[in-house]
């Protein structure tokens, strides 16, 4: 079992001392990028694992953005991807070949054995559990070269230990620190996955979100996120909350970057039978790269949800911000539809906060019983030994200041009855009353909201996004543009969020104080 991170930083200097060629910038290193140093000579993967190795050893005691690494497992997996790139001598390799990935912590990570991580959702209670396999989408990471570095923090449980406990936090990793305004939110928890990439000590990490959980730590942390249509990567082997909701999604610094992980990530799984299969037929043949164009925002109507959405004060850099941008996207060609509203806003937000909590409650009793149970080995086998491992250590767990109402809450359901069934068919019938109908009406590509407003919206149809950049606030916290659309629309999400991107450039790295670099 890795050691937490804390005790590996005199290691992961000295892997870092290794000389690697001075012509590569790590710096905002996208996929491509990295691809053209390995194709010239100036860079090795080992060299770049060691370089991220430093670089997380130098910034992660202050942004706790990671939970663990596999320092050994990584080198040895830079080394194989070293010498398959040796062998085959400029033949065609996988398209993630020897680039450094962070997990998400609730995501599992069993590797060949010697390189066994811990999925333990933050929680010090599944501290020792051993994966039987892989989760399915990161099998897909490392066909497709991928080396899993280690994993990235996140809210323990995901959110959904209690409604107490600060965004970014658990107890295996702390509190995780914004690293644009160290006071602000990392928001969600998917929040290291989103500091990490923020902050370049990896290029591609892996968030996981049921309700907002990609899309608002991008926001917050200046980073591209995808939330994939749910069912378009594979569950199997992640810690949920929802199976109607939750969806495995790259977060990563640029819309390509994403793009090319989304695509490595997607496709039918055995373990995640009926929503990998029904969501097969949404992915193009050819694959998502080809919807990397520039200037795909010609004749797209872009529909704007104004009311509950766009709720600037007057003359602040946001409203500035978005009506800059809304030019910029006309200029191109992009059709504006402004001024919308989902009629049904305030009873989904009310079903979310009543119906759909309930439901939920329900279901991740029985998502994480499942996921117990598949486990090779566990020191808890259910969510009931989990609340007592939480009651038996109060300190570690800190139960006096956020308790586990939403745990004991979970563990008092049944499953699904009469109840939650109902629940589901009226989100059901919120989502073609909301999202579906003003997109048909208006006959809209996308909606566009600010950050993560929309995140209630979207999830309760599984429906996809991309948030990317789109400025900074007076006090220089990040916020994002979402868009957004129907299940299977990313392609066009693809286009849109990429031509705009392309336009704006608004990225730009944090300030950071390096202890050493």
């Not at 590569?24 to 691809?35: C, K, N, P, Q, Y």
């Not at 019983?369 to 086998?381: I, K, M, W």
Request: contains cysteine; charged residues 20%; aromatic residues 6%.
């Amino acid at each position: 079992m890795p050691p937490p991170l804390r005790h590996l930083l005199p290691l992961l200097l000295a892997a870092a001392a290794a000389s690697t060629a001075v012509a590569f910038v790590l710096e905002e290193a996208t996929v491509e990028s990295i691809h053209r140093a390995f194709a010239g000579g100036e860079l090795t993967s080992r060299g770049l694992v060691e370089l991220y190795l430093r670089r997380i050893a130098s910034l992660d005691p202050a942004l706790h953005a990671v939970v663990e690494i596999d320092a050994d497992g990584a080198l040895a997996a830079a080394d194989r991807a070293d010498a398959a790139r040796l062998d085959l001598d400029g033949a065609a390799l996988p398209p993630l070949h020897g680039i450094p990935v962070l997990i998400k912590d609730n995501i599992a990570a069993a590797g060949d054995g010697s390189g066994r991580l811990n999925a333990t959702a933050g929680s010090l209670a599944l501290v020792g559990s051993r994966p039987a396999r892989d989760a399915g989408v990161v099998e897909r990471l490392r066909r497709a070269g991928a080396v899993v570095l280690g994993t990235a923090s996140l809210s323990e449980w995901c959110n959904f230990r209690g409604p107490r406990i600060p965004a970014g936090w658990s107890p295996r990793a702390g509190q995780g620190i914004n690293p644009y305004v160290p006071s602000a939110t990392p928001c969600a928890s998917s929040s290291g996955s989103a500091i990490a990439a923020a902050a370049n000590m990896v290029a591609v990490t892996i968030g996981t979100e049921t309700d907002g959980s990609i899309m608002c730590p991008s926001s917050f942390n200046s980073v591209v996120g995808i939330k994939p249509t749910v069912g378009l990567t594979s569950r199997a082997g992640v810690i949920i909350i929802s199976p109607r909701m939750d969806t495995i999604g790259p977060i990563c610094r640029t819309v390509s970057d994403a793009v090319h992980v989304l695509e490595a990530m997607v496709g039918y799984d055995a373990r995640d039978a009926e929503a990998t299969r029904m969501a097969s037929r949404y992915i193009p043949k050819g694959g998502y790269g080809q919807f990397l164009k520039i200037d795909d925002l010609r004749g797209k109507r872009v529909g704007i949800l104004r009311k509950d959405f766009f709720r600037f004060a007057p003359g602040s850099i946001q409203e500035k911000v978005f009506r800059d941008h809304f030019d910029t996207m006309r200029k191109m060609g992009a059709i504006l539809v402004d001024n919308l509203e989902i009629p049904s806003m305030k009873v989904i937000n009310d079903a979310v906060q009543s119906g759909e909590r309930a439901l939920m409650l329900a279901e991740f009793k029985l998502s994480l019983n499942s996921y117990l149970s598949e486990l090779a080995t566990s020191p808890v086998r259910s969510l009931s030994d989990i609340i007592d491992f939480n009651n038996k250590n109060p300190v570690e767990e800190r139960m006096a200041e956020f308790g586990q109402s939403y745990l004991l809450q979970s563990e008092a359901t049944n499953g699904i009855g009469p109840a939650e069934e109902r629940a589901i068919a009226k989100l059901n019938k919120l989502c073609e009353e909301g999202l579906e109908k003003i997109m048909r009406a208006n006959q809209l590509d996308v909606i566009v909201a600010p950050g993560a407003s929309a995140h209630s919206l979207l999830a309760i149809g599984g429906y996809p996004a991309i948030t990317v950049p789109a400025g900074y606030a007076s006090n220089g916290v990040p916020f994002a543009i979402c868009f957004g659309g129907l299940k299977g629309s990313e392609p066009t999400l693809i286009e849109i969020a990429y031509s705009f991107e392309q336009a704006t450039k608004v990225r730009k790295p944090p300030i950071l104080q390096h202890s050493v670099i």
